[in-house]
């Protein structure tokens, strides 16, 4: 599988796209804010510079893209009027590989700075737009072009999935049932990924850039984490769900044994380890926070009964949907079309029943980076 060609969310605004169906990404991004607010405030008050030019990278489409820039840009603005300057000019890149649907943020940016204009009474900068298609484990801007880059739930996933992980059998990710040294091939994927990674970004940032950065993660550093953390149980009820359909003769044991997700959730002390080890990079904040499986849970539930009884009311359909939106893309390349209503149902039912039986969340990681001199 090249991921780069398979890996995109589900395009368009229907039931199954990932625009309509980005509530625990939305989750996240609402959790970072303090994080990215704080580095904008360095970024503008350290340098004060006339043009600034921010990167998403892997923005894909939907309400999430453009509310970071939003956020951004308001920060920014707030500041201009407090210190008595004039608003600088924003270029916002972004990025996302090929197959993402820029078209969906294209066609929104009139709407997108109309409504900024009205909700910035005291005027703002211009701001040009500009889509880089591209993967950013390579370089996609010029030298030292960027004055601040966001990513949020896109590091997670890996440049390809890592080689000798052919013995995975019956699973697609890292399975309580999978050799050991499956977990380790993901693990040293994720450093060579993310160093890669650092690399091309501490070129295309000015020294003094920030950088801030949230990853799908996990809480453990046991190096086999695979059966409690949320962010692998969701795989691991995926690999239920089509070896229940392989028994049934509807997919071919081989096809299952060839598929393996190109992800890895990194702890805390792995993303640290990787940024002190490649150096251009001063760390500021490194944090990590929780984000309930059920997307439709009040972000301030404040028990686990009345998580779980929401959670129930839902059926594992929202997560399902926010997984289809993700997953479907690549589901599709390996099994084919025709599978995937029955794959989702069957994974809708193991979500709810699982939901129902314990709290179970995502752990996000986020690290605030500057540029060093
Ligand atoms: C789950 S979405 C997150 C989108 C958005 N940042 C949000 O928070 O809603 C992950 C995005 O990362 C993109 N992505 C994954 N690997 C990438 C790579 N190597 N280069 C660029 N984008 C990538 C995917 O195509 C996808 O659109």
Known sequence: MEVAQ????????????????????????CLSKPIREEAITGLYCNTVPRSLAIADLGCSYGPNTLSVVSEF????????????????????????????????IFMSL????????????????PCYFFGVPGSFYSRVFPN????????SYSLQWLSKV????????????????????????????????????????????V?????????????SDAENPAIKEGGYIIWELMATALNDMVMQGIIKEEQLDTFNIPQYTPSPSEVELEVLKEGSFAINRLELAEVNWNPLDDLNALDFESERSESLRDNGYSL???????????????FGEDIIEEVFSRYQKLLADRMS?????????????TRKA
């Open 144 to 151: 030292q072009s960027l004055n601040f880059v966001h990513s």
């Open 162 to 205: 890592p080689e000798g992980v052919n013995k995975n059998r019956g699973n697609i990710y890292i399975g309580s049932t999978s050799p050991s040294n499956v977990g380790r091939a993901y693990y040293e994927q994720f450093q060579r990924d993310f160093c890669v990674f650092l690399k091309c970004r501490a070129e295309e940032l």
């Open 6 to 29: 398979v890996l995109h969310m589900n395009g368009g605004v229907g039931d199954a796209s990932y625009a309509n169906n980005s509530f625990v990404q939305q989750k996240a991004i």
């Open 73 to 104: 840009i308001k920060t920014v603005e707030k500041l201009c009027r407090k210190l008595n300057h004039k608003s600088p000019e924003y270029k916002v890149f972004l990025n996302d590989l090929p197959g993402n649907d820029f078209n969906n």
């Open 207 to 219: 020294e003094g850039g920030r950088m801030v950065l949230t990853i799908l993660g996990r809480r």
């Open 320 to 334: 399902a949907q926010c997984m289809r939106s993700v997953a479907e893309p690549m589901l599709v390349n390996q």
């Open 357 to 369: 039986k314990e709290q179970t969340k995502f752990n996000n990681i986020t690290i605030s980076l």
């Open 110 to 125: 009139d709407n997108f700075k109309e409504k900024l204009c009205d909700e910035i009474e005291t005027g703002v900068g």
